[in-house]
Antibody, heavy 120, light 106 residues
Framework: EVQLLESGGGLLQPGGSLRLSCAAS????????MSWVRQAPGKGLEWVST????????YDADSVKGRFTISRDNSKNTLFLQMESLRAEDTAVYYC?????????????WGQGILVTVSS | DIQMTQSPSSVSASVGDRVTITCRAS??????LAWYQQKPGKAPKLLIY???SLQSGVPSRFSGSGSGTDFTLTISSLQPEDFATYYC????????FGGGTKVEIK
């Protein structure tokens, strides 16, 4: 059974930094692209970033480009999102999501989500 | 950038009703479209991919159709557990989601 467990969320001030982690199990982690998707309170889903299985290719939404960095440690089956220069509009539940075989952007498994609140 | 527009934004329906949700892409995306279901406080769940392929374990009352710019999700006979918010998502490039359609109890 695929399991994705996010951690590292919390409350922080604008301009701060945070690193989210997503521990994966139940599948061959290095064979699948992984992504972060977020959802602001009461709002819809917003794709944030995607990383290829080997980690050599990444894509970021314009809203986070230059501030967020997606990475992975395949030896530890863990996905990361390094978040810098945080803004109030980054407040959201952040989900890690697994891509389907050969299809980066179909997300067939999701974590339970972790809340990041940016507020002074 | 490709924009995804869902309609309606909400729909009230009864158990047993047929429900149809529409998603329109701002440019052609072939069949690169997925549908997700999200219940309050829960992560989204993949229902349909490649516009019409049913994800494993998803009940057959869910179906998807369309290609190019116009897509449809149909629930043939609404069940109590189907009251949720549904999102389309294009997967042709960086994957924006539609705004969502909330299916509520009439």
């Amino acid at each position: 059974e695929v399991q994705l467990l996010e951690s590292g969320g919390g409350l922080l001030q604008p301009g701060g930094s945070l690193r989210l982690s997503c521990a994966a199990s139940g599948f061959s982690f290095n064979s699948f692209a992984m992504s972060w998707v977020r959802q602001a309170p009461g709002k819809g889903l917003e794709w944030v970033s995607t990383i290829s299985g080997a980690g050599g290719i990444t894509y970021d939404a314009d809203s986070v480009k230059g501030r967020f960095t997606i990475s992975r440690d395949n030896s530890k089956n863990t996905l990361f999102l390094q978040m810098e220069s945080l803004r109030a509009e980054d407040t959201a539940v952040y989900y890690c999501a697994k891509g389907m075989t050969g299809k980066y952007y179909y997300f067939d498994s999701w974590g339970q989500g972790i809340l990041v609140t940016v507020s002074s | 950038d490709i924009q995804m527009t869902q309609s309606p934004s909400s729909v009230s329906a009864s158990v047993g009703d047929r429900v149809t949700i529409t998603c329109r892409a701002s440019q052609a995306i072939g069949s690169w479209l997925a549908w997700y279901q999200q219940k309050p406080g829960k992560a989204p769940k993949l229902l349909i991919y490649d516009a019409s392929s049913l994800q494993s374990g998803v009940p057959s009352r869910f179906s998807g159709s369309g290609s190019g710019t116009d897509f449809t999700l149909t629930i043939s006979s609404l069940q109590p557990e189907d009251f949720a918010t549904y999102y389309c998502q294009q997967a042709n490039s960086f994957p924006p989601f539609g705004g969502g359609t909330k299916v509520e109890i009439k």
